[in-house]
Structure formats: structure tokens, C-alpha cells
């Protein structure tokens, strides 16, 4: 069975940056598709940055410039660098993934993912 765990969340000002870790074990395959998602009370769910195995990635529009995304496969980790945070970055951050070869069509839809870490709080203030 995978597990994902994350860490790296905190509370921090607008314009800081913080490092969310995601660590992933139980699956020794190359194939997979890992994203990142967000949730802000009472909203749903928000993908916002994908990648696969082969290296491609994804960012939502709203994250674009600000949210890189990489994946170490010999540490199983895969990392979501933050810069400039924002207030409307405020949420519980989710790691997910898959065991497929590439993201899709759809590498933001968190309906398409199998496996889900239990999430790490950003807050950020102005």
C-alpha cells in the first residue's frame, strides 16, 4: 500500500516562501503521476501543481511563477517550493499520486488520483 506524508507547512507572512516535503513509500515502481493539492475552508479541493516520472509538470494559472514542483526518486520525496506566498494561499496542502506512467489529460483533477497524504496547514498573513 502507498503512504504519503507531508511536512513543511507553517504560518508565515505575505512575500515569505516555505518548502512542502511529501514523503511516499510502499511502491517500488517507476511509473507514477504526483500532484499537489489545496483546500481553503469551505472551498473543494484545488489542484495545483502536477508531475510525472517522466518529467513533465503542470501548474495551475493562479500559482504559476510562484509554485515549483520536483520529485527526488532515489529519497521517494516529492517536494512543492512556494515563493512569494500570498494570503489566498491559505490552506491545507495535499500530496497525491498514482501508479501510471503520466498525469493525463486531466493532471489537476484530484479525482484522479489513487493514493492521498492527511495534509499540512499553510496560513499566511498580510
Known amino acids: 500500500q502507498v503512504q504519503l506524508a507531508e511536512s513543511g507547512g507553517g504560518s508565515v507572512q505575505a512575500g515569505e516562501s516555505l518548502r512542502l516535503s511529501c514523503a511516499a513509500s510502499?511502491?517500488?515502481?517507476?511509473?507514477?503521476?504526483m500532484g499537489w493539492f489545496r483546500q481553503a475552508p469551505g472551498k473543494g479541493r484545488e489542484g495545483v501543481a502536477s508531475?510525472?516520472?517522466?518529467?513533465?509538470?503542470n501548474y495551475a494559472d493562479s500559482v504559476k511563477g510562484r509554485f515549483t514542483i520536483s520529485v527526488d526518486n532515489a529519497k521517494h520525496t516529492l517536494t512543492l517550493q512556494i515563493d512569494n506566498l500570498e494570503p489566498e494561499d491559505t490552506a491545507t496542502y495535499y500530496c497525491?499520486?498514482?501508479?501510471?506512467?503520466?498525469?493525463?489529460?486531466?493532471?489537476?483533477?484530484?479525482?484522479?488520483?489513487?493514493?492521498w497524504g492527511q495534509g499540512t496547514q499553510i496560513t499566511v498573513s498580510s
Open positions: 497525491a499520486g498514482r501508479t501510471s506512467g503520466d498525469c493525463g489529460s486531466t493532471p489537476l483533477d484530484p479525482h484522479s488520483y489513487t493514493f
Open positions: 510502499g511502491y517500488t515502481g517507476s511509473n507514477y503521476c
Open positions: 508531475i510525472d516520472s517522466d518529467g513533465s509538470d
